[in-house]
């Protein structure tokens, strides 16, 4: 299942490797495309589910929002 968020915070290549990281901590196999210079944020996983990935994230200090 593709999911998308907008991740304000996250603005430089050491957020999308955490924010990667913090993902695939929970959802191994998940596919990420976290892009800092438009804060957008593609998971695909068929294992988990939008609300896990924000908290999780939120966890981690950032501010996603599903769109």
Known sequence: MK????????T????????TDTIHEFSPNAVVNA????HWL????NDTDPQTIIMKLQVAGYSPQQV
């Open 12 to 19: 430089c290549g050491h957020c999308v490797k955490m924010i």
């Open 3 to 10: 999911q998308e968020f907008l991740v304000p915070d996250m």
């Open 35 to 38: 892009d800092p210079k438009t």
């Open 42 to 45: 593609t998971v695909e996983a």
